[in-house]
């Protein structure tokens, strides 16, 4: 991991900015460039946005192809929308750019589980433009898929597997605490829950690729969502949950052999969730407990996984890949 890979950030949102603030402090990656469509923050320097209090030399472009084409960079960490359809046109870009693709986009995770179609045809740009593409991060990417899988290679089968993963929304980004529906009336949660863009995006595909790890012939995956309703007013730094109103969800994720849940995949993600935790148990031999006390804290994590794959992205052959086709993430400096 000694060569340094030239990257270009693609969407500066708040994970998007957090990745790029962590590739501008590490040695093995040079941060070249910066994209994003707000007319806000075009023609500003990085340094500005993240509050530096110096100029990094890095200027906000609003032109993803002019960017890519005049920076030549070798990878890009992408930070735009959680739905394959809204990032095609911007991985095909970068196809034909020839840069290598690390995306927070969830339904990358297994791109083919929702849209057969889309990632056939991304797979081929990719491999004709010799690039590979990720999707990856925390959830979905790590803490209730990935983790697991690393888990199992200390056992000689699994039977079953649970993953849990608990949040207290209230320590989080603000679009975080929106996309769970803090402060939503019931009504109003059920309304937008009915959009398919809201909530947690990724179960089904954590499922999915547990499932495809481990060799599970799962005929069937399900998943519900819920409410969590306040019992008391709660206060974060950007609202205020009223009692009676929504403070966040319960995901659960399943995959069935028959009728036997082998995968479970169990999500509370509110304010005021109590004991945060991100825990693995393997119904395995032998049998495996993980458990992180306070749980995986998933704004910083995010940016971390992204750019720690930088490095595996760039060496994987070309193709739309999966987190089980690269090499597995660890710090780079």
Not at 5 to 31: E, H
Not at 45 to 55: A, F, H, K, T, V
Not at 245 to 256: E, S, T
Not at 284 to 310: E, M, R, Y
């Given at each position: 991991?000694?060569?340094?890979?030239?990257?270009?950030?693609?969407?500066?949102?708040?994970?998007?900015?957090?990745?790029?603030?962590?590739?501008?402090?590490?040695?093995?990656?040079?941060?070249?460039?910066?994209?994003?469509?707000?007319?806000?923050?075009?023609?500003?320097?990085?340094?500005?946005?993240?509050?530096?209090?110096?100029?990094?030399?890095?200027?906000?472009?609003?032109?993803?192809?002019?960017?890519?084409?005049?920076?030549?960079?070798?990878?890009?960490?992408?930070?735009?929308?959680?739905?394959?359809?809204?990032?095609?046109?911007?991985?095909?870009?970068?196809?034909?750019?020839?840069?290598?693709?690390?995306?927070?986009?969830?339904?990358?995770?297994?791109?083919?589980?929702?849209?057969?179609?889309?990632?056939?045809?991304?797979?081929?740009?990719?491999?004709?433009?010799?690039?590979?593409?990720?999707?990856?991060?925390?959830?979905?990417?790590?803490?209730?898929?990935?983790?697991?899988?690393?888990?199992?290679?200390?056992?000689?089968?699994?039977?079953?597997?649970?993953?849990?993963?608990?949040?207290?929304?209230?320590?989080?980004?603000?679009?975080?605490?929106?996309?769970?529906?803090?402060?939503?009336?019931?009504?109003?949660?059920?309304?937008?829950?009915?959009?398919?863009?809201?909530?947690?995006?990724?179960?089904?595909?954590?499922?999915?690729?547990?499932?495809?790890?481990?060799?599970?012939?799962?005929?069937?995956?399900?998943?519900?969502?819920?409410?969590?309703?306040?019992?008391?007013?709660?206060?974060?730094?950007?609202?205020t949950v009223k009692e009676g109103?929504?403070?966040?969800?319960?995901?659960?994720?399943?995959?069935?052999?028959?009728?036997r849940p082998v995968l479970h995949?169990?999500?509370?993600?509110?304010?005021?969730?109590?004991?945060?935790?991100?825990?693995?148990?393997?119904?395995?031999?032998?049998?495996?407990?993980?458990?992180?006390?306070?749980?995986?804290?998933?704004?910083?994590?995010?940016?971390?996984?992204?750019?720690?794959?930088?490095?595996?992205?760039?060496?994987?052959?070309?193709?739309?890949?999966?987190?089980?086709?690269?090499?597995?993430?660890?710090?780079?400096?």
């Amino acid at each position: 991991m000694s060569s340094v890979v030239r990257v270009v950030s693609f969407g500066l949102g708040p994970i998007g900015l957090a990745a790029a603030r962590l590739a501008l402090q590490k040695t093995t990656v040079q941060l070249v460039g910066a994209i994003d469509i707000d007319p806000a923050k075009i023609g500003k320097d990085l340094g500005e946005l993240l509050d530096l209090g110096r100029q990094t030399g890095v200027v906000v472009e609003g032109d993803a192809e002019k960017a890519l084409q005049r920076l030549q960079p070798d990878a890009m960490l992408h930070c735009t929308s959680s739905f394959m359809p809204m990032v095609k046109d911007q991985l095909l870009l970068a196809a034909r750019c020839g840069v290598d693709v690390v995306s927070s986009t969830e339904e990358l995770l297994v791109p083919e589980m929702q849209h057969a179609a889309l990632a056939k045809e991304i797979d081929a740009a990719a491999k004709a433009g010799g690039i590979s593409i990720l999707g990856t991060g925390v959830n979905p990417g790590y803490a209730m898929d990935f983790l697991a899988v690393v888990a199992s290679a200390v056992t000689f089968d699994v039977q079953a597997v649970k993953c849990t993963r608990v949040v207290d929304a209230g320590t989080r980004r603000l679009p975080l605490q929106k996309k769970v529906g803090a402060g939503l009336t019931k009504a109003e949660f059920q309304k937008q829950m009915a959009t398919g863009r809201f909530g947690h995006i990724g179960m089904r595909e954590s499922v999915a690729l547990l499932a495809r790890a481990l060799d599970f012939k799962i005929e069937r995956i399900e998943q519900s969502v819920e409410p969590v309703i306040a019992a008391e007013d709660l206060k974060t730094q950007f609202l205020t949950v009223k009692e009676g109103q929504v403070a966040g969800i319960r995901n659960h994720g399943y995959g069935y052999i028959g009728k036997r849940p082998v995968l479970h995949l169990d999500l509370s993600m509110y304010v005021g969730a109590p004991d945060p935790r991100d825990e693995i148990v393997l119904e395995s031999t032998p049998p495996i407990h993980l458990k992180f006390l306070g749980g995986i804290a998933g704004d910083q994590a995010t940016a971390a996984i992204l750019v720690n794959n930088l490095h595996g992205v760039v060496e994987a052959p070309p193709g739309l890949r999966t987190v089980l086709d690269v090499a597995p993430p660890r710090l780079c400096r």
